[in-house]
């Protein structure tokens, strides 16, 4: 029978869908629970006007369930999970007796109102991807609207140096624009290369292609007037100018492929033959920007290991036919790596001075194919960056034990949505068992633990053993932020910033259900890489899908092992 939807409930719907992008915001993945803050309560008993949830059995995590209480009556005395209190005000309490499960409540009451039925708040709070944990110790937490201390408000800290990552009135969900801005370099004229550079990308996506046309103008425009500024900041001068040389021609004849697709019929094949031949000239520009800036990284030395020398060669095989750069004055002359500073206690980790490239296939069970929007695939296959300037511990953990075969075969153990998940081992430890750190220790089934890392803006490296809010800088922003589909951050407990081992995830980022400065995990855990190529495949990997093989493909000779 067809069925038809009342117009009537329209302006009803509009309501539950601003309250999902205001309530569903990130659970920040942990190796044994995940949980968001900051409003939690645990404990049995009867109020008015609740939502709870909440089911575990043997210290297994259920799929929670949610309902919403109109009356005392409606609460039963096994509820594990109670949050009460008025629009505008939550107040919240947790015991050590029993698991929470943390949800912006006060948010729930303030934008739905009284008048926002039971039924469409539990069905709003299911799609939500909570899971719950045990607290280590009592809190009582009061949540006021209005004030300074508003959960994931851009005033939670006064005066934050720069807003946390995806604040802005724009979120940028490019890895490989991310990951340029996270290289350690100072150059405010490469900076403003990047930003035209990628620009132009963003309208050839949207088809704005006179808006296109005007920032390869204005990219053009900085190269001939500000060209020296920035080679003045390479190690190697030379490469530099030959590098903007290249993009300068490359730019040329993407602007030749743009004035094509304007001269084009709307829908038309020759417009998309043209807007084809653009797409693929800026992907080179792009790469050749980004061999532009990592000749601006410094060269360095650190103390705590033995820095590394390394020289990247190309074979005439491996050139990019499309660049304009001959092939031979594309290799990056070999020096002493920029080494971002780790304290000495950390030795006895495994780092990564740099970044690699690491490739990973999948398969599901029982032959099953991965169904990409209607495409089907035997196998999935992702590459990743990982990035040692920005977390360097974190980092060498994942690549070390990449290299080890740590995670072949090893099953996906969560995905929901919110994240897809995997590092458990079988067995009865949570992670990977080594040689401890002697700074961090080992775990109940002797893992090898890591502490957690953090590097904010404007700092010179990491800081370690505590998140961000920790340190009283909550709201700054961090180098790497959650903001991309296929972010890779580690997983630890809750309440112990050091019992991270093997546990790692790919965020699922959705701008919808995360609205701009509303990132909760940036600061609290560290983002080590991107998904740059594949990420596609996560909308369809699912728990109890095998990582047939993980491999680093590059970068290697960037780890660094402790003596």
Known sequence: MRSTLDISLFPFL?????????????????????????????????????????????????????F?????????????????????????????????????????????????????????????????????????TTTTFGGSDRWGSSSYVAHAREMA????????????????YGLPIDNVEVRQLQKSIEDVRINLQSKRKSAALDDLKKARGIINARGTKMT????????????????????????????ASLDSLNGSDQEREALDRSYERQDVIQRELTSLEEQMIPSGEFTTMATTTTTTTTTDDDCD??????????????????????????????????????????????????????????????KMIIDGYTAPVTGGNFVDLVKKGFYDNMEIQRSDGFVVQTGDPKGEADGYVGTPSKSVGAGKHGERLIPLEIFA???????????????????????????????????????????????????????DLTPAGKNVLDGRYPCFGYVVEGADFLRDIKEGDVIVSAKVTSGIENLVLPS
């Not at 645990?42 to 089911?55: D, I, K, L």
């Not at 939500?128 to 280590?136: K, Q, T, Y």
């Not at 030795?347 to 990409?372: W, Y």
């Not at 010179?460 to 972010?487: C, Q």
């Open 14 to 66: 509009a309501v539950i869908v601003v309250v999902v992008v205001v309530v569903v915001s990130f659970v920040p993945p942990s190796a044994d629970a995940f949980l968001l803050p900051p409003v939690s309560t645990t404990g049995g008993g009867r109020a008015a006007g609740t939502f709870v949830s909440t089911e575990t059995t043997s210290g297994m995590i259920k799929r929670p369930r949610f």
């Open 68 to 140: 919403v209480a109109t009356s005392a009556s409606a609460i039963d005395d096994d509820v594990d999970v109670v949050v009460e209190g008025r629009a505008g005000t939550t107040t919240t309490t947790t015991t050590p007796a029993s698991p929470s499960i943390r949800v912006p409540a006060a948010t729930i009451y303030a934008t739905a109102g009284s008048w926002l039925s039971s039924a469409a708040l539990a069905t709003i709070l299911w799609s939500a991807p909570a899971s719950m944990s045990a607290p280590a110790s009592t809190t009582t």
């Open 165 to 180: 990552s995806g604040s802005g009135t724009r979120v940028n969900k490019d890895p490989e624009s991310l990951l340029r």
């Open 232 to 259: 003045s900041s390479c190690r190697d001068a030379r490469y530099c100018s030959d590098m903007l040389s290249s993009m300068t021609d490359d730019m040329v004849k993407l602007e030749t492929t743009l004035r």
């Open 321 to 382: 036919s499309l660049s304009s750069m001959p092939c031979h004055a594309r290799s990056t002359p070999g020096v002493n790596r920029y080494v971002t500073p780790v304290p000495e206690i950390y030795s006895d980790l495994p780092q990564l001075r740099g970044r690699a490239t690491v490739e990973m296939s999948f398969k599901k069970p029982n032959g099953e194919m991965f169904n990409i929007e209607g495409a089907l695939y035997k196998e999935a296959k992702m």
């Open 457 to 511: 803006k404007g700092d010179k490296g990491p800081f370690y053993e505590s998140g961000i809010e920790d340190e009283g800088r909550g709201g700054e922003a961090t180098v790497l932020p959650f903001s991309s589909y296929g972010a890779m951050g580690w997983a630890r407990e809750e309440y112990d910033a050091n019992s991270g081992s093997s546990q790692f995830f790919w965020l699922l980022f959705d701008s």
